[in-house]
């Protein structure tokens, strides 16, 4: 089964970028101790310093759908939404070709 790569941005509030941030990146580092976790990056947007990217690669739809159950997932989604601007876009997409 191919890879998923997942792609999520958000944005938070002014004057808590470094708050998301710090989020954020406690979130990276504890998904890529998960199984099926590949890679999880954090982009901060060079034009916008409120609005991050999460680039996720997983080994398979299960392994990323396990994700959503993870503990430290669901704790790091209540921390993040009071001080987010909007609700966070999360797109996810398969290679088709090599």
């Known amino acids: 089964m191919p890879n998923l790569y997942v792609m999520a941005k958000v944005k938070s509030k002014l004057g808590e970028t470094q708050k998301a941030k ?10 890529e101790k998960e199984s099926g976790c ?4 954090i982009l901060c947007s060079g034009e916008d310093t409120d609005t991050f990217m999460t ?5 398979s739809k299960e392994s990323e759908q396990k994700h959503w159950q993870e503990p430290h997932l669901k704790e790091t989604l209540a921390e993040l939404e009071p001080i987010l601007a909007e609700e966070p876009r999360i797109e996810k997409y ?3 070709s090599d």
């Open 55 to 59: 680039l996720e690669v997983w080994d």
């Open 22 to 31: 710090n989020i954020l990146t406690r979130l990276a580092t504890n998904s």
């Open 38 to 41: 590949l890679s999880y990056q």
């Open 94 to 96: 398969q290679v088709i």
